[in-house]
């Protein structure tokens, strides 16, 4: 399996001062994972504050350093449409090299067939927009919770369950750290396997700052979301767009 992490404001800046950068050193941190996610905002806070400070530049910086990088949203369903949060984080995001990822952990007091709806919306405009197949995060509980309906989009499943709880995970360690799909997450009802597993917030990984999020993401996974863009959709995976509406 292959480790990526995820990165976001609260790693690289002052998490009481945002304009206060920490030192971090992207070429060890690109040294030492196999790619990574780089928020773009959480849509609440980008109404207020904007994008994550170095979104765009550490996403410039790893994909010229020649690492798989991509880029996620912490969306916030009921706050506005999918299309307008999926298109204003596309418009302000640079190339990818790996697929995006949409940050389901609040459902906007939505549930059942309504945030159903909104996240195949959601990954769909993705697919379109980024043209990747998307990755969709969440954890089983809440999928069960709120009733949410495995989406029609063809997507990437990653499901974060620390069942260490916030243990720390020390990179001297890392050889020791779980990474075998009997270990996995579990698993919502209407899915059969999971892609990849975020299995703690607490590790630590050479060149950030602090304790980070990171998951084995499953090797068949990672080389399909290694793959160029524009050539993820096939002719039933467009059809599915098509069916919800979306224009390719």
Aim: with cysteine; charged share 20%; aromatic share 12%.
């Amino acid at each position: 399996m292959k480790l990526v992490a995820d990165i976001s404001a609260w790693q690289t800046h002052d998490p009481e001062d945002w304009s206060i950068r920490r030192p971090y050193n992207l070429d060890q941190f690109a040294a030492s994972v196999d790619a990574a996610w780089v928020r773009w905002s959480d849509w609440k806070g980008y109404l207020r504050w904007g994008p994550d400070p170095d979104h765009r530049l550490i996403i410039d910086t790893l994909r010229d350093r020649g690492k798989l990088v991509g880029s996620y949203l912490f969306c916030r369903p009921g706050m506005s449409t999918p299309q307008q949060q999926i298109s204003t984080w596309a418009a302000e995001t640079p190339t990818l090299t790996y697929p995006p990822m949409l940050d389901l952990e609040d459902n906007g007091g939505l549930g059942g067939v309504v945030l159903s709806r909104w996240v195949d919306y959601a990954l769909a405009d993705m697919t379109v927009r980024f043209g990747r197949i998307p990755w969709l995060y969440t954890q089983a509980s809440k999928i069960d919770l709120w009733k949410l309906s495995k989406p029609t989009t063809p997507h990437l499943l990653i499901l974060s369950h620390y069942k260490w709880g916030y243990t720390e995970f020390p990179w001297a360690s890392r050889s020791t750290w779980p990474n075998t799909l009997s270990t996995g997450p579990d698993m919502p009802e209407q899915w059969d396997h999971w892609d990849a597993w975020q299995f703690t917030s607490s590790a630590e990984v050479p060149g950030m700052p602090g304790l980070i999020d990171v998951s084995w993401v499953t090797d068949d996974a990672h080389a399909q979301s290694g793959t160029d863009p524009g050539g993820s959709m096939n002719d039933m995976e467009k059809d599915v767009l098509r069916s919800l509406g979306v224009k390719i």
